[in-house]
């Protein structure tokens, strides 16, 4: 996820579509041709985000099968499941309805992914108490709790100074300028402070999940997954042989 952003930024700000101090994430990947490459990666990123997910959900119901831990583990799991598979379907909303064009969808898409994300982060961090020492160390624990303090004091941050930005250029768009304006300019520009504060709290928020997740990452060495086995009973003739029989006793007991 970061590479993605960090590659997204500099193709944006190389080819003067956003500028050099501090973008919205969202914005460096606005317009093409970056904007392919931004919804290709995130794409993967929420299909591989579901995925973590679902891994440590099944984790968890492992651990609860397996010993004496707090009785709403199990509950709270799925609950948590749930807000996660939402924050990564948020992500890819967000990947694939720019900002510049669907604008309602795009925002839908970032509520869900940070919203909903930083409550998946509260319960992961809740989980971590019912689960250390065994599963996780104390210290990952505490770790999970900071970054999820700090998520929400961000959302918090990155939407009251990007409403306050905006109300106080009267919500015309001074945030991007073209080619032909200078970035350092500030002309035409009000309260330029609020729109860095939203945008750098908007980068860091976004790597608060990225260390929730690498959080997982010694558990998950733990774990091993075996792949789907499948048995066939009977081949296509047999099916076919033993309906067929049946359909004949049917008919002379009908008699």
């Known amino acids: 996820m970061p590479l993605t952003f960090f590659i997204t930024y500099a193709w944006s700000v190389a080819l003067g579509h956003v500028e050099p101090v501090f973008p919205y994430i969202s914005s460096t990947g606005a317009y093409p041709p970056e904007s392919n490459f931004f919804s290709f990666m995130l794409d993967i ?42 924050s990564a379907f948020g992500l890819f909303l967000v990947g694939n309805f ?9 925002l839908i898409g970032a509520v869900l992914a940070f919203g909903l994300g930083t409550v998946y ?19 990952v624990m505490v770790v999970r709790f900071i970054c999820s303090a700090m998520a929400t004091l961000l959302i ?12 106080a250029n009267q919500g015309k768009e001074v945030a991007y300028w073209a080619q032909n304006k200078a970035w350092w300019q500030a002309e035409g520009r009000k309260k330029w402070s609020y729109h860095v504060l939203a945008t750098s709290s908007e980068w860091v928020l976004a790597f ?3 260390a929730m997740l690498l959080t997982l990452v010694p558990e998950f060495k733990r774990m091993s997954f075996h792949g ?28």
């Open 45 to 86: 990123i929420s299909v591989l985000m579901a995925v973590t997910v679902w891994a440590r959900h099944k984790q968890v119901l492992g651990h609860y099968n397996q010993t004496l831990v707090c009785k709403d583990l199990e509950k709270t799991s799925r609950i948590a499941t749930l807000f996660g598979l939402s």
């Open 156 to 167: 918090i941050t990155t939407v009251v100074f990007s409403v306050l930005h905006d109300v």
């Open 121 to 139: 982060q509260w319960l992961q961090s809740w989980m971590s108490v019912c689960l250390s020492p065994h599963v996780n160390s104390r210290g």
């Open 208 to 210: 608060t999940f990225v």
């Open 228 to 255: 789907v086995k499948m048995h066939y009973d009977r081949d296509r003739r047999q099916v076919r042989e033993i309906d067929g029989a049946r359909s004949t006793e049917a008919i002379v007991a009908s008699r």
């Open 98 to 106: 720019q900002s510049s064009t669907i604008t309602t969808v795009h």
